[in-house]
């Protein structure tokens, strides 16, 4: 039997949450947000009054419902992280792509089913910068009777990483806006909710409680808006199962490396001795002309049984610039590729795309310098509509995108050398159109205009294989040879390296528009941004259903 679970989100300072099944009932106390651990006295947007939010948990094939309840000043969506949303793009959630926003004092419910899907993902809201403390995560367990393809641990953790600011995130980014120039950096990361060490600000912090000789399944979110973070617990190695709700081969390392959007599930075993062990959270930027939040968080691992007062075990933190760390990660994840669990990877491409990623310099009358920042994919700075590019997909109204965004970039020059002379992009709305069923291959590569530095980009609808990446210039005749078509990792938020690139494949078998952008949200917001519409294939299975009649209006 499925499971039907019902989640209520109500979003404002404090809500109540109620989560309704044909086999539970549950119910969420009535708390107001206690900012103490932010040392900030001031109000911002969360679910039902948590930040980090409720967690949503379900299992695979399980039908989700959410009503999301609007009492706050801002329009708002939310958006289900990594959910294939198979049909459903209704539901999918980002702004003006999907759905318009749900205004103040509106509702709208969420409905999708969580098929083939098992692990962590999250979600965020899907609208200017309020996934900052919008955010949780999403726990899919494996069907009933269905066990891990590993030994089961004896608990399982939550790990939330994100960012602060000591000011409304919205007001940073309208200031951004208004200058044309990069916004003000978060003040600190956060693990579960807890910054540390911040200046002025004393915090407990977080303490992850272990037993010796227990095994631990780490959940591990990075839900920062603009901060690629490692992860790391002194004294102890971590043995990765799982990335983007995807299953990889075991492999064990001292230090994991998330960009923004991406989970990994890894099984610590508590076989230190008993005490005091730092965990570290630290930011990768290999571009030190870029502002970040180079600010170290900190937590504890204690064992149960340590006296009150030990002295902390300490551990060295990667470099800001470690990029040999996050290769080693990178490099290490292979898909599990099982009979259960099997990689299908396309080996023919009906659609062979090539996406330059760029910064350029826009003239702007109402900025400070005259001019603003601007990103785009094959120099188109995307610019979303008034109304949901889905609903103009399918009630065919006119004038609100065309469907010739462009497979290669306008002008082929050295994208990892000297930057061209013209720095100005076009701005449009402009969508690339994909057969169902179709295969797609998409080389994403960097550049080194302006602001040259890894790239998280993020697929809805869909999880793509890694068959491939560089760095340098990607080499269409040399690369290709070298792609792994066997046991590539399977993911829905991928880094395209400072000065290199990545080739990724996926089938289009999910009718609707989808979004394709970096998670950095300071670049999206500069248009680095782009979306999919694929067309319905052959009867109702292969076909998008029809918008609910609550769907939010513009």
């Known amino acids: 039997m499925k499971l039907r679970l019902l989640a209520i989100f109500l979003v404002a300072l404090s809500f109540p949450l109620f989560v309704h099944s044909l086999v539970r009932h549950y119910k969420f106390r009535v708390v107001l947000k206690n900012s103490t651990k932010l040392c900030s006295t001031k109000s911002f947007v969360t679910v039902n009054g948590k930040f980090p939010g409720p967690t949503l948990y379900a299992r695979e094939d399980d039908t989700v419902i959410v009503k999301v309840n609007n009492h706050v000043k801002y329009n708002i969506t939310i958006h289900w992280h990594g959910i294939k949303q198979l049909q459903t793009g209704w539901s999918d959630g980002p702004a003006y792509v999907t759905q318009c926003p749900i205004q103040p004092g509106q509702s709208y419910v969420y409905n999708f089913t969580l098929t083939g899907q098992r692990g962590t993902l999250l979600w965020h809201a899907h609208i200017t910068w309020l996934r ?14 269905i066990p891990y393809p590993f030994p089961k641990p004896d608990k399982e953790k939550i790990i939330i990483l994100g960012e602060w600011w000591k000011s409304d995130v919205e007001a940073v980014v309208n200031e951004a806006t208004n200058s044309g120039l990069p916004p003000n950096i978060s003040d600190a990361h956060t693990i579960n909710g807890h910054p540390g060490p911040v200046p002025s600000c004393t915090s407990h912090g977080y303490t992850l409680h272990v037993e010796s000789g227990k095994t631990y399944l780490l959940r591990i979110i990075n839900a920062a808006l603009n901060d690629e973070l490692f992860f790391k617990i002194a004294g102890h190695n971590l043995k990765v199962v799982e990335a983007d709700a995807s299953y990889v081969k075991p492999f064990e390392i001292e230090t994991i490396f998330l960009s923004p959007g991406q989970t990994t599930n890894a099984i610590l075993t508590a076989n230190q001795g008993v005490g005091k062990y730092l965990i570290a959270v630290t930011p990768f930027m290999d571009a030190p002309t870029i502002g970040f939040d180079n600010m170290t968080s900190i937590a504890t691992l204690r064992y149960k049984g340590t006296p009150p007062y030990p002295k902390t075990i300490l551990t060295t933190i990667p470099p800001l610039n470690a990029t040999p760390v996050t290769t080693s990660f990178t490099d290490s994840l292979r898909s599990l590729n099982s009979n259960s669990y099997p990689a ?166 999910n009718p609707g528009v989808w979004f394709l952008h970096c998670h950095l949200e300071v670049h999206t917001t500069w248009g680095l941004k782009m979306a999919f519409v694929v067309d319905n294939g052959r009867g109702p299975n292969e076909s998008l259903l029809p918008p609910p009649k609550d769907l939010p209006k513009c």
């Open 132 to 145: 900052a403390t919008m955010h949780g995560a999403i726990v899919i367990l494996p069907k009933r009777g």
């Open 344 to 509: 299908k990877v396309p080996l023919t491409i009906d659609h062979s795309l090539f996406f330059a990623i760029t910064v350029g310099i826009n003239p702007c009358a109402t900025c400070a310098n005259g001019i603003k920042l601007a990103s785009a994919i094959n120099n188109l700075t995307f610019l979303l509509p008034t109304i949901s590019l889905l609903q103009a997909h399918y009630y065919n109204i006119k004038g609100v995108f065309t469907d010739d965004f462009p497979a290669y970039p306008p002008i082929i020059f050295n994208y990892t050398g000297t930057q061209p002379d013209n720095l100005q992009t076009n701005n449009g709305t402009k969508l690339y159109r994909l057969n169902f069923n179709s295969t797609v291959q998409i080389v994403l590569q960097g550049t080194a205009m302006i602001a040259p530095e890894n790239h998280p980009f993020h697929l809805h609808g869909y999880n793509f294989f890694v068959v491939g990446q560089g760095l340098g210039n990607f080499d269409p005749e040399k690369d290709p040879s070298r792609f792994n078509l066997v046991d590539p990792v399977e993911r829905n938020t991928l880094s395209v390296p400072n000065g290199g690139w990545i080739a990724i494949r996926f089938r289009a078998d």
